[in-house]
């Protein structure tokens, strides 16, 4: 199975920063790497596909970049509406994994 | 507007068996495949298994096979999953999913399953 390992596990940031959350694969993924938020007893939410598609009605102040083994999802300017946890999911071979998430905490 | 509305989850004794249902509408179902994720209590996320558009291929995480089934009835438009023979570390929060340029599109609200005596 592909490991995805996601840093760091949590961050503290204020609201405007920009946050930068990374996320690397066991062996390479091309570009099948997706990126959800989920909030506090909710749902998870489908933020990037591809590594760097923006899914429809998401913030533009949300991007992802990489390929292969190493990905990248920034924030450009942290809102109070992105405190959440985020995960990386991997999509390139089955079983499809997640890495353990990133939680955004207000500082 | 994507609905996907699971059902099904209670409380179940180890050994039992429990079947979970997500009723699907505002797309069309019988062209997307689908998927389960869950998420155990305070947990990050686990891919569960995927059913194409037709039913005909089926995936499943290593840990559920040969307990777990996953279904779809496209007349109904209706996604299941049959959970057998549940042990603790069945228990979670369980979601259906769209499955979407191979990531988890849409999500319903989800449906705890607790595995306990």
């Known amino acids: 199975d592909i490991q995805m390992t996601q840093s760091p596990s949590s961050v503290s940031a204020s609201v405007g920063d920009r946050v930068t959350i990374t996320c690397r694969a066991s062996?390479?993924?091309?570009?099948?790497l997706a990126w959800y938020q989920q909030k506090p007893g909710k749902a998870p939410k489908l933020l990037i596909y591809?590594?760097?598609n923006l899914q429809s009605g998401v913030p533009s102040r949300f991007s992802g970049s990489g390929s292969g083994t190493d990905f990248t999802l920034t924030i450009s300017s942290l809102q109070p509406e992105d405190f959440a946890t985020y995960y990386c999911?991997?999509?390139?071979?089955?079983?499809?994994?997640f890495g353990g998430g990133t939680k955004v905490e207000i500082k | 507007e994507v609905q996907l509305v699971e059902s099904g989850g209670g409380l179940v004794q180890p050994g039992g068996s429990l079947r979970l249902s997500c009723a699907a509408s505002?797309?069309?179902?019988?062209?997307?495949?689908m998927s389960w994720v869950r998420q155990a209590p305070g947990e990050g996320l686990e891919w569960v298994a995927l059913?194409?558009?037709?039913?005909?291929?089926?995936y499943y995480v290593d840990s559920v096979k040969g307990r777990f089934t996953i279904t779809r009835d496209n007349a109904k438009n209706s996604l299941n999953l049959q959970l057998n023979s549940l042990t603790a570390e069945d228990t979670a929060v369980y979601y259906c999913?769209?499955?979407?340029?191979?990531?988890?599109?849409?999500w319903g609200q989800g449906t705890l399953v607790t595995v306990s005596s």
């Open positions: 505002g797309f069309t179902f019988n062209s997307f495949w």
């Open positions: 999911q991997q999509g390139n071979i089955l079983p499809l994994t």
């Open positions: 591809s590594a760097s």
């Open positions: 059913i194409k558009y037709d039913g005909v291929e089926r």
């Open positions: 062996q390479g993924i091309s570009t099948w």
């Open positions: 999913a769209t499955y979407v340029h191979r990531a988890s599109d849409s």
